[in-house]
């Protein structure tokens, strides 16, 4: 059995991890962490030093998320991550510290299949448009912008072309920031922040004549528990560093 533990554990898709690794065959839950319970470790110091952790999952906030990446890889616990808002520079730091460390480090910016998908179709439909833009809709709780898998998504595409506003006009923005924001290889991001939304997202490609659109919307969080499962007992067995779940799909 792999024992886990989860961080955040009494947030919306905290409480479905540790459902759903309850209800898995292969998984044990050992601890739940959360600094807002009295019946959760506070820390993941805390937990550790009582229980034996194989994989810690965490689905915290932008702003503990690295120090908590930093703590597990010190300290050889895997670490698989939902949560969004790491920099690159951040990331490279964790990817270093899984390797020299050997403890496995998976970051999922999405992991609904679902969405892993998306992401992938348009990675191919980039090697055939030369413009694109990204529009990504979220409900009004979530603190960082873009989303994790707007930026993935991004850069993925960007390793299929130079640019993606080819022919593009000058612009003047009579309201900043009207024209989203502009990620790799000139790819416009545009984040909506909505209550009624769970996580979508479009991905707007064109060329003379022609417009294609691909989208995924998740209506429930239980779309993301099998690939948390699946990125769970991958690192459990490997113990390297993964970004992104369309690495093991």
């Known amino acids: 059995m792999i024992k886990v533990a989860v961080c955040g554990a009494l947030g919306k898709m905290g409480k479905e991890v540790c459902a759903a690794v309850m209800g898995c ?14 019946d959760t470790y ?5 937990a ?11 689905f915290t906030q932008p702003k503990s998320i690295f120090e908590n990446a930093k703590y597990c890889l010190n300290n050889g616990i895997n670490i698989v991550i939902g ?3 790491l920099s690159d520079e951040q990331i490279q730091e964790l990817k270093a510290l899984s390797e020299n460390n050997r403890t496995g480090c998976f970051i999922a910016p999405n992991f609904s299949t679902g969405a892993v998908l998306m992401m992938m179709f348009a990675k191919q439909a ?3 448009f030369d413009n694109a833009e990204i529009i990504e809709l979220h409900h009004n709780q979530k603190k960082d912008a873009p989303s994790g898998t707007a930026i993935k998504t991004a850069l993925m595409m960007s390793e299929e072309s130079e640019t993606f506003a080819k022919n593009n006009c000058a612009e003047t923005e009579t309201i900043k920031g009207a024209r989203g924001g502009i990620s790799y290889n000139d790819i416009h991001i545009h984040s909506v922040r909505m209550p009624g939304y769970v996580a979508s997202q479009e991905v707007l490609f064109g060329a ?14 239980k779309c993301y528990m099998a690939g948390v499962l699946l990125a769970v007992k991958y690192i459990a067995e490997n113990k390297n560093f993964i970004y992104g779940l369309e690495n093991i799909m």
């Not at 292969?26 to 319970?37: M, P």
């Not at 550790?48 to 965490?58: E, G, Q």
């Not at 004549?209 to 691909?214: D, M, V």
Request: charged share 35%.
């Open 25 to 38: 065959d292969k998984t044990e839950l050992v601890a739940r962490i959360d600094i807002a319970g009295n």
């Open 208 to 221: 003379d004549g022609q417009i294609l659109k691909i989208r995924h919307d998740s209506m429930d969080r």
């Open 83 to 85: 949560t969004t808002g």
């Open 48 to 58: 550790n030093r009582v229980c034996d952790i194989d994989v810690l999952v965490d």
């Open 42 to 46: 506070q820390t993941i110091d805390d």
């Open 126 to 128: 980039a090697r055939y």
